[in-house]
């Protein structure tokens, strides 16, 4: 090695230069070069514990997928209640005779031979059931949705509750999961409703009427107009869509009903005065002859009535009397009542 400074050859080992004195830096001691199969060893081993790395995180990965995908899965992420043309719905104050859905929407997974039910039930303020559907469902990783749709005619004024259960069973597991909702429907009858109780109504009092009109037609009294008069009644009832148009059937039938009421008591008061004034003739026979025996015992006819004695009774409280014309042989005799008169 040479001096940096004079040039002068340093002996080895020697710090300083011998000759001018100037400091000499120590040599880099030389580097052994390694041979090629020792490198090509340990690349071989770098390599070799990468792939065992990555081969592991793969097992590791494919361990975990196969056990979540045995996994049973049963998850209800959202149970909402809409309105079948998609307007806006407040659940506080939900209307009658709208169409309804409830929408449920979850997530379930298991596999072939394993089960998985999903119940929506609706029951009202009182805890009673209103409507339960079951429905089987798929296994999937991804979200799925199911609808069930209905209608509400009726409501006391309650809130109404919704829940939705979600169950998947293998064996003896089983995983469930459930979300309700709550929504009020104020109290009163849909259009629908009040049509159809309407409609039944009116056909209970056409049927009414129908029997009354056969009743006074069976005694004899003349119900043509009447009949017609249900007839139409009846054809407008069948195409009545709306409760205004079935009310006036329902009037038409109350008036055919009071006619017949009429006509059949009139009939029958008019029958009970035929009987009545039968009977009465039938009496008035009876003393004719009562008095022509007392005249013939007697030569005479009594001052009174009362003389015979038992007299019979005008159904109708008549009283009886009679006039002799003396003048005949035999005498001439008429009987009277005072309601009946001479019959």
């Not at 998609?86 to 005779?97: A, F, I």
């Not at 979600?166 to 849909?190: C, F, H, N």
Request: net charge neutral; glycine share 8%; aromatic share 6%.
């Amino acid at each position: 090695m040479n001096c940096p400074d004079c040039g002068s050859e340093v002996p080895p080992g020697k710090r300083f230069c011998t000759s001018c004195g100037a400091p000499v830096a120590e040599p880099t001691p030389p580097v052994t070069p390694v041979k090629g199969r020792k490198k090509t060893v340990l690349i071989v081993g770098i390599v070799v514990l990468a792939f065992l790395f990555v081969c592991g995180a793969a097992a590791g990965i494919i361990i975990w997928r196969v056990a979540e995908g045995n996994k049973l899965i049963a998850e209800i992420t959202s149970v909402e209640l809409k309105r079948a043309d998609e307007k806006s719905l407040s659940l506080k104050d939900v209307p009658l005779d709208t169409n309804l859905r409830i929408e449920v929407s979850y997530r379930a997974r298991f596999k072939e031979g394993d089960r998985g039910k999903l119940s929506i039930t609706l029951v009202d303020g009182n805890g009673e059931e209103v409507r339960a559907n079951t429905y089987d469902v798929k296994s999937s990783g991804s979200r799925q949705t199911k609808a069930d749709k209905f209608f509400m005619s009726y409501s006391e004024g309650e809130t109404f509750k919704v829940t939705a259960e979600l169950k998947v069973t293998r064996d003896k597991v089983t995983r469930k999961d459930s979300q309700s909702l709550e929504y009020y429907v104020a109290a009163g009858k849909g259009e629908e409703m009040q049509f159809d109780e309407a409609k039944a109504a009116a056909t209970a009092r056409l049927e009414e009427a129908t029997n009354a009109v056969k009743e006074i037609s069976g005694m004899g009294i003349n119900s043509s107009d009447l009949a017609q008069l249900l007839t139409g009644s009846i054809d407008r009832l069948k195409a009545a869509t709306t409760v205004d148009e079935v009310n006036p059937v329902v009037a038409d039938a109350d008036a055919v009903i009071k006619e017949c009421a009429n006509r059949k008591a009139q009939f029958q008061a008019q029958q009970q005065q035929n009987q009545a004034r039968d009977t009465c003739r039938s009496n008035q026979a009876v003393l004719r002859q009562r008095l022509r025996a007392y005249y013939d015992e007697g030569g005479n006819f009594p001052d009174s009535m009362s003389y015979l004695g038992n007299l019979p009774k005008c159904p109708s409280g008549g009283t009886y009397s009679y006039q002799a014309d003396l003048s005949t042989d035999p005498p001439g005799l008429t009987v009277y009542c005072s309601v009946h008169g001479a019959l």
